[in-house]
């Protein structure tokens, strides 16, 4: 049986590493592709972006009891009643804030992926949440007040989820089911 030096093994790791590297390139440019996940779709970019324009706040649009949960922290619970563009403390520290964004009474997805609102009736309300940390965007998410959420998305340290809310008028009651 053969002895291998340590260098050699150590080489070894490096050839694999810069091969790794080199067939994650794009062929024609040489820059590095986006990395795909298992079910070969692109991830999710997760540089942080410019703000862009802060809704007014406006408590006619509507106001939400929001539940925030942290991915890490388990046992960090927060709550917070808001209104509609009005920011919010995530933790103690005050260097993350959130506020809603937008609202979907009857919030769906469409086949091809898109956010649609499927009806002006309250039939699976989500409110979008705009995560700020240090003056730049740090996650968007989409809060619902279904039944087994907050859940998180693969790059989201906070999830959310709608505990009450009161929204305009225009938007239409479901009945309770009985």
């Known amino acids: 049986m053969k002895r291998i030096s340590f260098t050699g093994l150590m080489a070894g790791i490096a050839i694999l590493i810069s091969a790794s590297f080199i067939s994650a390139q794009h062929p024609s ?14 991830m999710v970019d997760t540089t942080p972006k ?12 509507g106001w939400f009891i929001i539940e925030t949960r942290h991915r890490i922290f388990a046992n960090f619970l927060q709550t917070d009643s808001v209104y509609f563009g009005q920011s919010f403390v995530l933790g103690e520290e005050e260097k993350d804030t959130a506020y809603v964004y937008a609202f979907n009474p009857d919030f769906s997805i469409s086949d091809s992926g898109r956010v ?15 995560v700020v940390s240090n003056g730049r965007t740090q996650q968007e998410s989409w809060a619902f007040n279904i039944g087994g959420s907050p859940h998180f998305r693969r790059n989201a340290y906070f999830a959310f989820r709608i505990v009450e809310y009161r929204v305009p008028d225009k938007y239409i009651k479901v009945p309770a089911a009985k």
């Open 29 to 42: 440019t040489g820059s590095p592709q986006m990395p795909m996940d298992a079910a070969h779709t692109p």
């Open 50 to 61: 410019p703000i862009a324009e802060i809704p007014k706040l406006d408590s006619a649009a």
């Open 116 to 130: 649609i609102q499927v009806s002006d009736s309250l039939i699976n309300p989500a409110v979008h949440v705009r």
